[in-house]
């Protein structure tokens, strides 16, 4: 089964850091130039594009609200986001994706990820940031 397995969320301070990890399971993102991005759904909110990378010309989009805290990267197995200087208002369940046809401005709103983001998903993993 082609999937994506997401590890790495928890509970951290503010000020903190944290590295999630996601992981190509029966295929690697080597087989096609794939697109592949984090996004997070807070309380209350709709999902919102996090960060995401073109692996085929390495452009890359960051939030304004995570610039120069996150950054994003990936082998050909496994996709990162590495979050520094976390602050409470990223406690969110952060998901990760992978499609063939995305762009790596995922700006969007929730309608556009959703519909354009058809390819792979992970199950989402938890992260809290207390104050």
């Known amino acids: 089964e082609e999937k994506l397995v997401e590890s790495g969320g928890g509970l951290v301070q503010a000020g903190g850091s944290l590295r999630l990890s996601c992981e190509a399971s029966g295929f690697t993102f080597d087989d096609y130039d794939y697109t592949i991005g984090w996004f997070r759904e807070a309380p209350g909110k709709e999902r919102e594009g996090v960060s995401c990378?073109?692996?085929?010309?390495?452009r890359t989009y960051y939030a304004d609200s995570v610039k120069g805290r996150f950054t994003i990267s990936s082998d050909k197995n496994t996709m990162y986001l590495q979050m520094n200087s976390l602050k409470p208002e990223d406690t969110a369940d952060y998901y990760c994706?992978?499609?063939?046809?995305?762009?790596?401005?995922?700006?969007?709103?929730?309608?556009?990820?959703?519909?354009?983001?058809?390819?792979?998903w992970g199950q989402g993993t938890q992260v809290t940031v207390s104050s």
């Open positions: 994706a992978a499609d063939r046809t995305a762009l790596a401005d995922c700006s969007g709103s929730y309608y556009d990820i959703l519909t354009v983001w058809n390819d792979y």
């Open positions: 990378m073109s692996r085929s010309d390495g």
